[in-house]
């Protein structure tokens, strides 16, 4: 009989391949974001691009996350489509604003839900830029940041567990650290999409939270998709800005990126597994071609095992109501 490694030893039973499973996903590491509008509060409308997920007014949101959390749900993050844009974005930071009152109303309900409030001009610009415009047209960064920084102390003071920018202006982490801590929440962490891409895959997004561009890209400020060592310098960057968690954006197309991360930072290592990856998983599995379910889960483990500790995705609440977890 010939020596040789006989790998299948421990593949011959379910009960053998759970035994020796490298990488195990939970609950415990996902974030369900959701889109919550301000026009109607029994708004529940299905996004054409992305099938499952809704636009949600605040009532329907309460019964969403409701049985999210009765299936397991940890975690979520909010994206807001206010009634009024303008060109500064003004309801971002605003008190009264879309996703600050449902951060109070989710807080209220579920205070053990760790709540993510993304923070962001884009949803709130009319122009649909994550940064104020200058005259001629280019996206002017440090005046952006004063408010960034009130729209984060605006979602902290609603309840907020951790705040998240995900607009890319240089420098926009340190603005928000200093404002938190003096405005008291010095205990608030921030999760900084750190590194984060000029990626195709963000269109059925712009489509959920009606924040395409009116006009050019985004390309002046997000990275290009073709670099790596420039997103280790963009979370360096942030760790020392003062950022507590390092989010990698979008996730299958960039696992290289979140295995260079992971090995690089000793900070906790976010993925997005964002919309376009979503909606082509969702699209397939429509026509037959995959099976939805054990590719979704699939495709976290990937994310998982390249080095995320937890992961933002669309399919986090039908997984859990499915019982996967």
Known sequence: MYAFHRGRRLRSSRTMRNLVRETRLSNEDLIQPYFVVESDPGLRREIPSMPGQFQLGLDELMIEVGGAVDAGLKALILFGVPR?????????????????????????????????ADTCLCEYTSHGHCGL?????????????ELLAAAAVSQARAGADIIAPSDM?????????TALDKAGF????????????????????????EGAPRFGNRKTYQMDP????????????DID???????????????????????????????YQV??????????????????????????IGLKRAGADLILTYFAQDLLEAGHF
């Open 169 to 177: 202006m240089d420098g926009r982490v340190a603005a928000i650290r």
């Open 186 to 209: 010095q205990n608030t962490p921030i999760m900084s999409y750190a590194v984060k891409y000029a990626s195709s895959f963000y269109g059925p997004f712009r489509d959920a939270a």
């Open 226 to 237: 073709a670099n790596a060592r420039e997103g280790l310098r963009e979370a360096a960057a």
């Open 84 to 116: 009024h844009k303008d060109p500064e974005g003004s309801q971002a930071g605003a008190d009264d604003g879309i996703v600050q009152q449902a951060i109070r109303r989710i807080k209220d309900n579920w205070p053990e839900v760790m709540v993510v």
């Open 241 to 271: 800005e003062g950022a507590d968690i390092i989010m990698v954006k979008p996730g299958l197309p960039y696992l290289d990126i979140i295995r260079q991360v992971r090995d690089s930072f000793d900070v906790p290592v976010g993925a």
């Open 133 to 145: 415009v200058t005259p001629q047209g280019e996206i002017e960064n440090d005046s952006t940041l």
């Open 275 to 300: 919309s376009g990856e979503y909606s082509q998983i969702k699209a397939a599995a429509m026509n037959g071609w995959i099976d939805e379910t054990a590719v979704a889960l699939e495709s976290l």
